[in-house]
């Protein structure tokens, strides 16, 4: 059975969408719905070799995310399958309803969809107005009969309140199962707060009947800071698929380029001290274990849902790896190792501040031009 060794995520700055969700992260940005494709950098066949498992050391859980909606990147496909040929397990997350990607992918074999996750963002007032409900469940459950894992998500917002009924319903019958719940947090606040108006007693008892097991671990970790040594960045990247310049995850310092020079190793560098107010993405990076011994819950067991059959939304062995934990593949450091990192990082913050200061001066003699 394949163990996870490495866990990367794939940033994809494009933010085409055919979506307008009141919610999204993305509007709350200056650059939010260009309609600009991303040059990429790097062929799907040097990223490959970038990521090649004897470069990681193994099998790696691959989360493919755009800032829009992933499955309109051109050649996203492509570079997922080199990937997945490769070894990897591959996640992509997606709003399930582009069917021209969809159908490149599902024609796939088998055996490289079953280490493929949709992460299917389930978006129900966008797919109710644009009367596109049932695309999203046909695509939905066309990947699962393919081969490929699914796992369907709902933003939880206050305007989807009145509406909670009748996408149970509509969940039920399509999926056999209800949603799982993610949380929608409000960006532009230093804590990284809740993205809603009701006072939390309230919100919890609107969404906890749903008994999704990924939101109560959400929930569990949302807003509180992780003490523990972090090895993000020693065991998990968060690349920007288009560059491959690399964060140790959505925090940290600028590594280095993860796709140039594949004949070296990857230069990792572990976080140690998380420097932000709390994991928001725990759900992945602290479930597959980037601080051991943080939590007993399993990634696999929080994104799969059983139906009323036994059958299950995630398929045995993508769910058997995304069960694993990176803390049982790797080894941890000693102390001399952590201090060891612990100068890089200073040292790494050391090159990186005079770039963003080089930065900030262009663009305020930019303004005064
Ligand atoms: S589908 Fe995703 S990227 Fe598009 S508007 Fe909705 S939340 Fe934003
Ligand atoms: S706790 Fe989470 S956000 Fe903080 S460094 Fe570790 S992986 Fe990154």
Not at 331 to 351: F, P, V
């Amino acid at each position: 059975m394949d163990k996870i060794k490495k866990l990367i995520l794939f940033r994809i700055p494009m933010s085409i969408c055919n979506f307008r969700c009141h919610y999204c992260y993305l509007a709350q940005r200056d650059e939010h719905y260009q309609g600009i494709q991303p040059e990429m950098k790097f062929t799907p066949e040097q990223v490959r070799k970038a990521m090649s498992k004897e470069r990681l050391g193994g099998p790696a859980y691959m989360n493919f995310c755009a800032d829009g909606e992933t499955l309109l990147v051109t050649n996203l496909d492509q570079y997922v399958k080199e990937l997945v040929e490769e070894g990897h397990y591959a996640e992509i997350v997606s709003n399930m309803t582009i069917n021209p990607m969809l159908d490149k992918i599902l024609a796939w074999d088998r055996a490289l969809l079953s280490h493929i996750e949709f992460k299917c963002s389930f978006h129900y007032l966008e797919l109710k107005k644009k009367n596109l409900l049932n695309r999203f469940a046909e695509n939905v459950n066309r990947a699962w009969e393919a081969g490929a894992s699914v796992n369907i998500e709902v933003t939880p917002s206050d305007e989807l309140i009145p509406y909670i009924d009748e996408l149970k319903s509509f969940s039920m019958e399509h999926f056999g199962a209800l949603p799982h719940l993610t949380i929608a947090r409000d960006d532009r606040t230093a804590g990284i707060d809740y993205l809603t108006n009701l006072s939390i007693e309230e919100y919890d008892k609107v969404w906890s009947q749903f008994d999704s097991g990924f939101w109560k671990f959400k929930k569990s970790i949302f807003g509180i800071h992780q003490g523990d040594y972090c090895y993000a960045g020693l065991w998990s990247m968060y690349i920007d698929l288009t560059t491959g310049e690399a964060l140790p995850c959505y925090c940290g310092h600028l590594l280095h380029n993860a796709f140039e020079h594949p004949e070296k190793p990857l230069d990792w560098c572990p976080v140690g001290k998380c420097p932000i107010a709390h994991c928001y993405n725990g759900h992945a990076l602290l479930t597959l274990g980037t601080i051991p011994g943080a939590t007993e819950v399993r990634y696999g067991d929080i994104r799969d849902r059983e139906r009323a059959d036994g059958t299950h939304w995630l398929q045995p062995e993508l769910k058997a790896f995304f069960n694993t934990k990176l803390e049982e593949s790797n080894e941890t450091i000693s102390n001399g190792k952590k201090l060891e990192y612990k100068l890089k990082n200073a040292w790494l913050a050391g090159c990186t501040i005079p770039s963003r200061a080089v930065a900030k001066v262009k663009r305020t003699m930019n303004k005064k031009e």
